[in-house]
Nanobody, 125 residues
């Protein structure tokens, strides 16, 4: 059973907004660092945004700063990614990830323990 399930992806036009959500199943991720990564065709999976377990620390990729916002609701076992002013280069499969050690909003994908299966985001020009 995949512990994380993403939804909210779709096809939008440049300049539009989209909100991705990731729901944890089977266990709570309260206290875990949570992150969003993305992978475009033919490219490596790259960091997008992360939040610490306490929700006091955040990290964003330079390419999304000021446009994307990560948030979490531990009561609902959910982490979200609000994406505004979308660009064609944001087109990718977006993955949610969780790391048991939640002190820091880690940007390195290999340090995450759980992953979802991804949701496609396509931004047309």
């Amino acid at each position: 059973q995949v512990p994380l399930v993403e939804f909210g992806g779709g096809l939008v036009q440049a300049g539009d907004s989209l909100r991705l959500s990731c729901v944890a199943s089977g266990r709570t991720f309260s206290g875990c660092a949570m992150g969003w990564f993305r992978q475009a065709p033919g490219k490596e999976r790259e960091f997008v945004a992360a939040v610490s377990g306490s929700s006091k620390s955040f990290n964003y990729a330079d390419s999304v700063k000021g446009r994307f916002t990560i948030s979490r609701d531990d009561a609902k076992n959910t982490v979200s990614l609000q994406m505004n002013s979308l660009k064609p280069e944001d087109t990718a499969v977006y993955f949610c990830a969780a790391r048991n050690e939640g002190t820091y909003p880690v940007v390195v994908k290999n340090l995450y323990d759980f992953w979802g299966q991804g949701t496609q985001v396509t931004v047309s020009s």
